[in-house]
Every structure is written in structure tokens, then in C-alpha cells.
């Protein structure tokens, strides 16, 4: 066991770097979604937005590309810092202690090993929310049929096949979603499941970022496309990301083509329809 205090702020400080490096590229990656993708849907106008609609969606780019480069430059500067430091607290050791080599690098790595498995693995973890549930299909389903009458029998549900990084996706989570739920928020008949694949680790980051707060199912490539192409009962359909479908207080999907959260008042029409019904 080191017992050097140098050694140790040394190592946590070096550990710590790799944390806010991973934060940076996270940020980086945001920023490539949040401000140069949505900048390029929204000036493409891609789904028919309002005036109203584009000139939020431009307010809150800016705003994300003010939070996104600050982040990114006081993390990258800090991770500097604590490089920097690290190596002259390694050099106190190295002048106080006479120890062999191989010891501290190999601690060293083990406690870096150990930081990153940490944020990586074990917070994403920790994320709950009682306003979002994660669910999963059995081996052999490919239909929505026992998922729907476990966990939403009797209910009117908004299903949305997304991806992890599927930028009209993540737009809609960004801009739409949230105003649409909140017209709906003193429903009880009303539930909302989101059929997800990509990286299963960015999957939970960009539900917690999003709020995307509902019922979350991650599935892989082949049992993605076969949910799909059964909700949709088209077995030679291309998947499209994002796709909505709408099922009935019986169970049965009654909306294959649903219109996405952005198109608030279409969407709001046929889900008024289908929870009037008994």
C-alpha cells in the first residue's frame, strides 16, 4: 500500500481527468444534435414548422450552444488543470519516496480503470425516476400484445419507435414532446411507450437529458425490426425513425402512421378521439 499523500492526489487527480474528458465528449456530441443538427432541420423546415414553432426552436439553439461551449471549455480547461497537477504531485512523490516503478503505474491504472467503470457502468445505473419505467419483451415476442395489457391495460397509447441517435428523434424530444404531454397531464387513460435501439449506454443518457419521462423499452437491431414491422403489419416496410402508432383502450393498434408531437393539433384530434371511446 502507497502511502504518499502526493502519490494520492496525485492519482485521483489523474483519474479524474478521463471523467471530464468523457463529459466533453459527450457535450461535443450534444452540440452536433442540439445545435448544428436541429439548425439544419430547422432552416430545411423539414416538417412544415410554424413561424412560432421555428422561431422557438431557434431560441433554444442558441441557448443550448451557449450552455453546450461553456460546459465544454471550463470542463477541457479544468481537465488541463488537473493534468498539469497531477504530474507536479507525481513529481513530489517521486523526489519523497524511493519505490519501484511498476507499483504506482499499476495502481494508478487500476484507480483510472476504476473512475471510469464507475461513471460509465454504475451511475447510469442510479438513474430513477417514478415517472419513467423500463420494461422488456420476452425471448419469443414480437408483438405488443402482453407488454400492452401488463403494464397499460385499458389505456390509450402514443407509441414512438425512436433511435439513440436519430435526430428527428431527438428533436421532437427536445421541442415537441413535453408541450404535447402537458395538454394531457390530467389524463389517467393515456400512457406513452418509447421502443428504442442503438447504444443501450446513450439510451438511458438521452431519456434522462430529454426527461422523456413514459414507458422505455431498448431492443436490438433484428428484434427492432421485427416489433416494427409487425406494429406496422407491413413484413417488407423500411424502418423509419421516427415512426408513431397509436393504440386503442382494447389493445388493438389503430394508428400505424400516427403524426409526431410537432404536429400538435393533428396528433391532438386523433388521441382526443380514441380516449372519448369506451
Known amino acids: 500500500m502507497i502511502k504518499s499523500k502526493f502519490f494520492w492526489i496525485g492519482a485521483i487527480l489523474l483519474a479524474t481527468t478521463p471523467l471530464l474528458l468523457i463529459d466533453v465528449t459527450k457535450h461535443a456530441l450534444s452540440w452536433k444534435t442540439e445545435v448544428h443538427d436541429e439548425m439544419i432541420y430547422a432552416v430545411q423546415n423539414t416538417y412544415n414548422f410554424t413561424v412560432q414553432q421555428k422561431a422557438d426552436?431557434?431560441?433554444?439553439?442558441?441557448?443550448?450552444n451557449k450552455t453546450l461551449m461553456a460546459a465544454m471549455c471550463i470542463k477541457s480547461f479544468i481537465s488541463i488543470i488537473f493534468f498539469v497537477l497531477s504530474l507536479y504531485f507525481f513529481r513530489l512523490f517521486a523526489k519523497t519516496e524511493k519505490t519501484n516503478f511498476m507499483k504506482p503505474l499499476i495502481t494508478c491504472?487500476?484507480?483510472v480503470v476504476c473512475f471510469v467503470l464507475v461513471k460509465v457502468l454504475l451511475l447510469p445505473k442510479l438513474y430513477q425516476d417514478e415517472k419513467v419505467k423500463f420494461v422488456e419483451l420476452q425471448h419469443d415476442e414480437d408483438n405488443l400484445n402482453n407488454l400492452y395489457h401488463t403494464n397499460f391495460n385499458g389505456k390509450v397509447v402514443y407509441v414512438d419507435f425512436w433511435g439513440t441517435t436519430c435526430g428527428p428523434?431527438?428533436?421532437?424530444?427536445?421541442?415537441?414532446?413535453?408541450p404535447l404531454?402537458?395538454?394531457?397531464?390530467?389524463?389517467?387513460?393515456?400512457?406513452?411507450?418509447?421502443?428504442?435501439?442503438?447504444?443501450?449506454?446513450?439510451?438511458k443518457q438521452q431519456i434522462e437529458r430529454y426527461n422523456i419521462e413514459g414507458t422505455?423499452?431498448?431492443?436490438?437491431n433484428n428484434q427492432y425490426d421485427k416489433l416494427y414491422k409487425q406494429s406496422i403489419r407491413n413484413?417488407?416496410?423500411v424502418v423509419?425513425?421516427?415512426?408513431?402508432?397509436?393504440?386503442?383502450?382494447?389493445?388493438?393498434?389503430?394508428?400505424?402512421?400516427?403524426?409526431?408531437?410537432?404536429?400538435?393539433?393533428?396528433?391532438?384530434?386523433?388521441?382526443?378521439?380514441?380516449?372519448?371511446?369506451?
Not at 181 to 203: E, F, H, M, T
Not at 216 to 220: A, G, Q
Not at 245 to 272: F, M, W, Y
Open 109 to 111: 491504472i487500476a484507480l
Open 169 to 178: 428523434c431527438l428533436e421532437e424530444f427536445r421541442n415537441f414532446t413535453k
Open 181 to 203: 404531454k402537458d395538454k394531457y397531464k390530467l389524463k389517467n387513460d393515456i400512457a406513452y411507450l418509447y421502443v428504442s435501439q442503438g447504444n443501450r449506454y446513450l439510451w
Open 235 to 237: 413484413n417488407k416496410a
Open 216 to 220: 422505455h423499452l431498448f431492443l436490438n
Open 57 to 64: 426552436i431557434l431560441d433554444r439553439i442558441l441557448e443550448s
Open 240 to 278: 423509419f425513425m421516427p415512426r408513431y402508432l397509436i393504440i386503442d383502450k382494447h389493445g388493438k393498434i389503430v394508428e400505424t402512421r400516427a403524426p409526431q408531437p410537432s404536429n400538435v393539433d393533428s396528433i391532438s384530434t386523433i388521441l382526443n378521439k380514441y380516449l372519448a371511446a369506451n
